[in-house]
């Protein structure tokens, strides 16, 4: 961070150039001049104990947020509160997956200060795990500069070839993969990536799609809406069986296209479509759910979990104001 703060021209050098990076990443796509407005603001890499505060903070956090999650299922089944919930977001979030646990993933926003000892937690983002993409690219985007700012930490030895900038790409394709065979004890075919008709999302998704075929799977684009869905089995339109779809799309998106997805939410409900993430998920996104853990759900901690005090240095605290946010990604796999 002294280094960046000492060398602006710098940063604006290696800032400006991941929209050229960028650009290239639209050209590998069907899509190179798809109307996207994308800028990284900063990019920072974390090391060492503040690395490790982050990793067990967001491991602790997944099991708060599984807990409670839990319990927002079972609420939501018991008829004892809607959360607002459409019709058909009710009987999406109402299912619970086949041998998997309700949260696969989860993304934490949180502010955190070194002067202070703390990092507050803004918000808890499950749904559509794109800031995956968004997380590989930034470190690609350093690798591919050779950054100067990091070099010490990042590459100490010069040799940027060995940084993994796929790692968040492995982990979310081992998340596909394992989840259909905890549904089917056997790996996916195809795998179809989900997104409604004309959402930012459907750059992400072929960047996503290019990446697992590359690992050898057959990847198709779908609109859920044209899914469709006969004796146990989903078909892409042009007829191409579907084994599991990789969800680019958050729940409240289903209201707008509620008409369409029978097939889906049939296929879904009847276990017979493996979802990922699964639509579950969407039980603990209310950006006041950071307010609740406290106090409604707070039958539900642990003493180590109200503390939150991963070490002698740092204390954790849940919250939900201001605009300032540091993204971390948490998994159960």
């Not at 997956?97 to 990092?119: E, V």
């Not at 040799?159 to 790996?187: C, T, W």
Request: glycine share 4%; net charge negative.
């Amino acid at each position: 961070m002294l280094s960046a703060v000492q060398n602006p021209s710098q940063v604006k050098y290696e800032l400006d150039s991941y929209n050229y990076y960028f650009q290239q990443e639209l050209d590998a796509t069907p899509f190179p001049n798809f109307p996207i407005a994308k800028k990284i603001h900063a990019v920072y890499p974390i090391f060492g104990k503040k690395y490790d505060l982050f990793k067990r903070t967001s491991e602790g956090l997944h099991r708060i947020f599984e807990k409670v999650c839990e319990e927002r299922h079972r609420e939501l089944n018991a008829g004892e509160d809607t959360f607002h919930f459409t019709e058909i977001e009710q009987r999406l979030a109402r299912v619970h997956p086949k041998n998997m646990p309700l949260i696969r993933h989860l993304r934490f926003d949180a502010i955190y200060s070194p002067s202070h000892h703390d990092l507050k937690i803004l918000e808890c983002n499950p749904e559509n795990p794109g800031g995956l993409w968004d997380n590989d690219f930034a470190v690609s985007c350093m690798a591919r500069n050779m950054s100067k700012l990091y070099q010490g930490i990042f590459a100490p030895d010069g040799d940027f070839s060995k940084i993994n900038h796929r790692k968040q790409h492995e982990h979310a394709l081992h998340s596909i993969v394992s989840a259909h065979e905890a549904m089917y004890g056997y790996p996916p075919v195809t795998i179809a990536i989900g997104v409604f008709p004309d959402d930012d999302g459907y750059f992400v998704g072929e960047c996503q799609a290019n990446y697992f075929r590359s690992q050898g799977y057959n990847v198709v684009m779908v609109d859920p809406c044209e899914l469709r869905y006969w004796e146990g089995k989903v078909y892409a339109p042009d007829n191409t069986p579907v084994d599991v779809l990789f969800r680019s799309f958050v729940l409240s998106e289903t209201r707008d296209y509620a008409h369409g997805l029978e097939y889906f939410c049939r296929a879904y409900e009847n276990h017979d479509l493996c979802v990922v993430p699964p639509m579950s998920d969407s039980l603990v996104t209310s950006k006041t759910l950071i307010a609740e853990i406290p106090t409604r759900y707070r039958h539900l901690l642990t003493e180590e979990d109200i503390r939150m005090k991963p070490s002698n240095h740092h204390t954790i605290i849940l919250m939900d104001e201001f605009p300032l946010k540091l993204s971390m990604w948490s998994s159960e796999i």
